[in-house]
C-alpha cells in the first residue's frame, strides 16, 4: 500500500488485520480512520471538544454512535454488512470530500451530519425521467466503466468501487491508485464540456484527467451505434457476473439516478460514439482557484474550449491515461 491510502485502501487494510485495527485516512482538516470493528467497516472521525449535545442518526446500511476511545472522544459510523462494503465505502468518500471542501466551519460533527444528509439525498429516488443532457451523460459514464473493464482488464469490484457519479461524488470515477477521472459526452464534432463544480478541476497531488466521449444521437440500428439500453444493460450483465455486494452499487445506483430500465421511454435513445479524448490536469490548465471563491458560494460552474486544452490531450485513450 501506498503511503497515502485511498478510502478503498485503508479499508482493505483494516479489515484484513486484527479486531479494532485501524488505519488513518488523509484528510485536510480531521483525522479519520478506517476501522475493522468485529469484521465490519467503521469510519472513525475524533471529535474532542465538541458538544455532547450531538446526535447523528444512523441511515441506510450504518449506524451511529458517540464513544471514547485512549485518544478522546470520537464519532463511530459502522456499517451494518459484515466485511466489505462498497456502498459505506462510497458514503465514507462522501463524507472526506464534503468535509474536506473550503470555507467550512471546522466543527467535524456539524460538517459530517450536513454531509449524511446530503448523501442521503443523493441515494433516494429522484422523480421523473432523465433529461437528455442527464441520458448522454450517464451514456459516457457507463461507456467509461466498461472500456476500465476491457482495457484495463479491471474486475468487476474495482469497477464498480471506483464510480461514484450517481452518489454525488466530486469526480465520476477515482481508482484505488489514486486516478481520478471526470468523464464528459459532448457533441460531434466537441468544442466544449460543462465543469458542474469549479472544484473537479482544480491541480491535485493525484493524477486527474477529463475523459471526453463524443457522441451523436442517431436512429436507432444506425451503424456503429449503441442504444441506452443496449449499454445498461451491457454495464448490468458486468454488475451480474460478480453478483453479491456488486449488484448493491449498481441496484443503489439505479436507485439514485432514478432511472427504471424497464421505461419505453428510453428504447429512443440511441448514439453513435467517437474516439474518447482524455486530458491531464497539469500546470497551466484552467481552472477557477479555490482562493477565487467568495465564502457562501456553494459551487461554480462553467464550459471549458477544448480547443484550448489541446496541448493537455495524450494519446492512447484510456491506456494512455497512466499515473
Partial sequence: MSGVPSVEEAFRVALSGGEARVVQIPHPKFVFLAQNSEGRSALVVRVD???????????????????STGSGRVLRLTSTRRGRDLLFEKLVEYVLEQTARPHKDGNPVEEIIVALTAFRAFSQRRPGRLTESEIRGLFAEWSFLLELHRAREMDPMEVFASWGGPFGSLHDVSLASGETFEVKSAHRPPTTVRITDATQVMPTVSPLWIAVLPIDRVARGTPGSTSFLEIGEEVAALAGRAGGEVIDVWNAALEALGLDLADRFYEQWAFLPDEWRIYRLGAGFPHIAEESIPPGVRSVS??????????????????????
Avoid: C, K, M, N
Fill in 49 to 67: 471538544g465538541e458538544p455532547q449535545s450531538h446526535v447523528v442518526p444512523d441511515g441506510r446500511g450504518y449506524t451511529a454512535e458517540f464513544g
Fill in 302 to 323: 462553467f464550459s471549458l474550449d477544448l480547443g484550448v486544452l489541446e496541448s493537455f490531450r495524450i494519446d492512447g485513450g484510456i491506456q494512455g491515461a497512466r499515473a
